[in-house]
């Protein structure tokens, strides 16, 4: 098994660099006149130390860590670099990392969850939102003129727009510009219960708690442990 520090300082600092890399096709070595225009910094040297930075600071963010001591993260990095005395053992420092990472994991579930559960019960106040008994929410966009309902062993082609409760998007079929077809026994809870009530050409707006979402887990980049999702979910067909 890799060391988590390395794979840690994998991750954070040459993570973005390999992922633009490794697509990126080969390019002419810059020269003096062209460094002058992309680097807006003093030099060439200064410029990639500063776009380090900002990919070390990125990636921690996206990781839960953006509020470690960032003066002692900077020691840490100079001792190193400069060959200096190191004043945790690299076993004490896997360790501390571990216990870092899921101590800010839990404080962000627990944050994630309050707020949803705050918006949740707002939402729910407002004229034409259902709550159903598990917490489900949702709002009829438009009602389709056919009768047929999906089966949980059905196959579905919807159309969907899926944000977080700030709004930001983390998945959309919409800005595709293209409908999905899948088992609907193979998406998370709330898409299962909701889709099932729906009937073809219906649209509807879904307020997922977390216990229907993702639960504790994270989602890919955006979507957070305890995360509450807000869908757009139009169905447009059964498959079966």
């Known amino acids: 098994m890799k060391k988590i520090s390395s794979l840690i300082c994998f991750i954070l600092l ?12 080969a390019k002419k070595p810059v020269t003096t006149a062209t460094a002058a225009v992309i680097n807006p910094l003093k030099t ?21 860590l953006s509020s470690l001591n960032l003066t002692l993260l900077q020691k840490g990095l100079s001792d190193v670099l400069q060959n200096k005395k190191i004043a945790i053992s690299e076993e004490a420092s896997n360790t501390c ?23 949740l019960e707002t939402n729910g106040k407002r004229k034409g939102v259902v709550t159903l008994a598990d917490g489900l929410q949702y709002e009829i966009l438009k009602t389709g003129t056919d ?15 899926g944000t977080l409760i700030d709004g930001t998007v983390f998945d959309s079929s919409v800005d595709r510009g293209e409908p999905v077809t899948f088992p609907l026994d193979g998406v998370i809870k709330g898409w299962q219960e909701a ?46």
Request: aromatic letters at 8%; glycine letters at 6%; hydrophobic letters at 40%.
């Open 195 to 240: 889709v099932q009530l729906m009937t073809v050409g219906s649209k509807w707006k879904l307020f997922l708690p977390s216990a229907l979402a993702y639960g504790d887990n994270p989602a890919g980049p955006k979507i957070g442990p305890g995360s509450t999702l807000i869908f757009e979910v139009e169905l447009l067909a059964i498959e079966k």
């Open 97 to 119: 990392v571990t216990n870092f990472i899921q101590v800010m994991s839990n404080e962000k579930l627990a944050a994630n969850k309050e707020i949803g559960k705050k918006f």
């Open 147 to 161: 009768t047929t309902k999906p089966k949980l062993t059905d196959k579905v082609k919807c159309h969907y727009h």
């Open 44 to 64: 060439l040297k200064d410029s990639a130390s500063y776009a380090l930075g900002v990919n070390i600071a990125k990636n921690m963010k996206a990781q839960n």
């Open 14 to 25: 040459f993570g973005n660099v390999f992922a633009q890399t490794k697509t990126t096709p």
